[in-house]
């Protein structure tokens, strides 16, 4: 089930990235921001099913930055 999540969290995130890209058109970033935070999260549960918490907590940290600085995009655009 998380690597489902993770897969399409990230596959949502690329076509963010690519829209961005091809348009030059950087609107849609916090968004983008957003699919990889949440990537990031799933990423760090499937760290601690493992046993490896540090990497967990590693994973968290940063989903919790990304998530920070989506949610900045969100009000400052």
Same mark, same amino acid.
């Given at each position: 089930?998380?690597?489902?999540?993770?897969?399409?969290?990230?596959?949502?995130?690329?076509?963010?990235?690519?829209?961005?890209?091809?348009?030059?058109?950087?609107?849609?970033?916090?968004?983008?921001?957003?699919?990889?935070?949440?990537?990031?999260?799933?990423?760090?549960?499937?760290?601690? %099913? %493992?046993?490896?918490?540090?990497?967990?907590?590693?994973?968290?940290?940063?989903?919790?930055?990304?998530?920070?600085?989506?949610?900045?995009?969100?009000?400052?655009?």
């Amino acid at each position: 089930m998380l690597k489902i999540l993770r897969y399409i969290f990230s596959i949502v995130a690329m076509l963010f990235a690519v829209y961005g890209l091809i348009k030059s058109n950087f609107e849609l970033q916090p968004y983008m921001m957003f699919f990889l935070g949440l990537m990031v999260l799933v990423m760090g549960l499937e760290e601690f %099913k %493992k046993e490896r918490k540090a990497y967990g907590w590693l994973f968290v940290i940063v989903c919790l930055f990304s998530l920070y600085v989506s949610i900045q995009g969100f009000f400052l655009n």
